[in-house]
């Protein structure tokens, strides 16, 4: 059997190095090309020379349009407008899209939705972690079920992160939201300064700290009369997010055109 062709989007970042580690150390899948940004100092260095491995006979390119005919899928943890045009293009060569990136607005959450049903299978998270997906599943049946307790969400990452809430933030507040039956756009409530008043019955709070090199740190909180719960998950090595991803191209290139989520992948959406 033919091994699944994979390139990597912003191969020189911190996630594009660990995609590139977990596709080298997949036996079912291959890497197929990498590319970066324009101007970007991983552009003409090998791959696998950048992500520790020793050459793979890989270079790093400048544009992916050489690439998508040499392909099966993408995997992509980039920024929204790149993540949007990787999307149609994978519709036109019917690929399938990992898309990992965050801080996607509505409008771009539509386009890679309109991706989906023109064509490409696409798989995007806020987070690629089994751990975390299961989370979102637990912290959605808590919060149905202490349905008078108060929700907040805590995340840390580090300094160099560029949006918050974090994308897992969100996807834990989704969650949240949804066994709540109410639209998190709404309720939530994300920043607090000054005199706010008493709590607001039904919101879901966030807070967000940043500091360090810390690779991410989620809390939901659900503060009831006398007792408190606590659902926590702590990243230890970017890897689990690299391996998930892989996991979800494997998933993704058995299914029909569309839109998914990690939790398709592992079978939670059952």
């Known amino acids: ?139 959605e049946r808590a919060a149905r079920a202490l349905s008078d307790y108060d929700v907040e969400v805590l995340e840390m990452h580090h300094n160099q992160k560029v949006d918050a809430p974090s994308g897992t933030a969100l996807m834990l507040g989704e969650a949240a939201a949804r066994g709540r039956d109410i639209a998190l756009k709404d309720h939530a409530v994300r920043v607090r300064d000054g005199h706010t008043g008493p709590r607001e019955f039904g919101s879901i709070g966030f807070a967000t700290l940043r500091g360090g090199n810390v690779i991410g740190d989620h809390s939901v909180i659900l503060a009831g009369p006398s007792e408190r719960i606590e659902l926590s998950h702590r990243a230890q090595d970017r890897t689990i997010f690299a391996n998930g991803a892989v996991r979800a191209a494997i998933w993704a290139a058995r299914q029909k055109a569309g839109l998914y989520t990690m939790a398709d992948v592992l079978g939670l959406n059952d």
Request: net charge negative.
């Open 1 to 139: 059997m033919s091994k699944l062709r994979i390139i990597v989007a912003g191969a020189g970042g911190r996630m594009g190095l660990a995609n590139i580690r977990a596709i080298a150390g997949h036996e079912e899948v291959a890497l197929a090309g990498a590319f970066d940004r324009p101007g970007a100092a991983s552009i003409g260095q090998d791959a696998g020379t950048l992500a520790g491995l020793g050459a793979l006979g890989v270079s790093v390119a400048e544009s992916p349009d050489a690439l998508f005919a040499k392909a099966d899928v993408i995997i992509d943890f980039t920024a929204p407008a790149a993540s949007v045009a990787l999307a149609r293009r994978a519709a036109e060569h019917g690929l399938v899209h990992v898309i990992g990136t965050t801080g996607c607005l509505e409008a771009e959450d539509a386009a890679i939705a309109q991706a989906g049903r023109d064509g490409a299978r696409i798989v995007k998270s806020g987070n690629f972690s089994p751990g975390v997906v299961t989370l979102a599943v637990l912290v």
